[in-house]
T-cell receptor, first 111, second 114 residues
Framework: EDQVTQSPEALRLQEGESSSLNCSYT??????LFWYRQDPGKGPEFLFT???AGEEKEKERLKATLTKKESFLHITAPKPEDSATYLC????????????FGAGTILRVKS | GAGVSQSPRYKVAKRGQDVALRCDPI?????LFWYQQALGQGPEFLTY????????KSGLPSDRFFAERPEGSVSTLKIQRTQQEDSAVYLC????????????FGPGTRLTVL
């Protein structure tokens, strides 16, 4: 059973068309949920850490929110340069210090 | 200063060869992680160091995989007798925290085994 599931697998948006990416997790005892951005041929770039339900963080056109079972990455008025794969990962008491990642959402923003 | 660096960026090996992948973490970061990323998938954990101590190697797929961090800084991931299924991107991450939060990743080494 997948412990971290991201949806959709791929998303195509027009420039300026706002949307949300979903990350759901099935484990309890969450120590942290992380969002990363990954461009082709590069390593994941850290975006946000969320620790408790109700927490929100923002950076430019991105806002991340967390509930008890899922997190959303909201993208407001996206631009073509927001095109990337967005990964979420969880840190859990049973996993030790390792991050467990979802498969990612591939976002393409067309001008 | 600089971020996490990895070398080589690309490695092509013939099946059965041994390879060594290097990671230079951010200076002063106590925690170092290795992950393996298959095409179209998220990174999967391989092993974790706190300073020079390897505290978790539960993700290493076989005894052909070996990692070390002898002085608590640079780390090397070695794969012996490479197989085609070892082809992947190998990512290194470091964190200033013992808890594993705030992991910063390097660019990865793409390994192709022919």
């Amino acid at each position: 059973e997948d412990q971290v599931t991201q949806s959709p697998e791929a998303l195509r948006l027009q420039e300026g068309e706002s949307s949300s990416l979903n990350c759901s997790y099935t484990v309890s005892g969450l120590r942290g949920l992380f969002w990363y951005r990954q461009d082709p041929g590069k390593g994941p770039e850290f975006l946000f850490t969320l620790y408790s339900a109700g927490e929100e963080k923002e950076k430019e056109r991105l806002k991340a929110t967390l509930t008890k079972k899922e997190s959303f990455l909201h993208i407001t008025a996206p631009k073509p340069e927001d095109s990337a794969t967005y990964l979420c990962a969880v840190l859990h008491v049973e996993y030790g210090n390792k991050l467990v990642f979802g498969a990612g959402t591939i976002l393409r923003v067309k001008s | 200063g600089a971020g996490v660096s990895q070398s080589p960026r690309y490695k092509v090996a013939k099946r059965g060869q041994d390879v060594a992948l290097r990671c230079d973490p951010i200076s002063g970061h106590v925690s170092l992680f290795w992950y393996q990323q298959a095409l179209g998938q998220g990174p999967e954990f391989l092993t974790y160091f706190q300073n020079e101590a390897q505290l978790d190697k539960s993700g290493l797929p076989s005894d052909r995989f070996f990692a070390e961090r002898p002085e608590g800084s640079v780390s090397t991931l070695k794969i012996q007798r490479t197989q085609q299924e070892d082809s992947a991107v190998y990512l290194c991450a470091s964190s200033r925290l013992v808890s594993g939060n705030e992991q910063f990743f390097g660019p990865g080494t793409r390994l192709t085994v022919l």
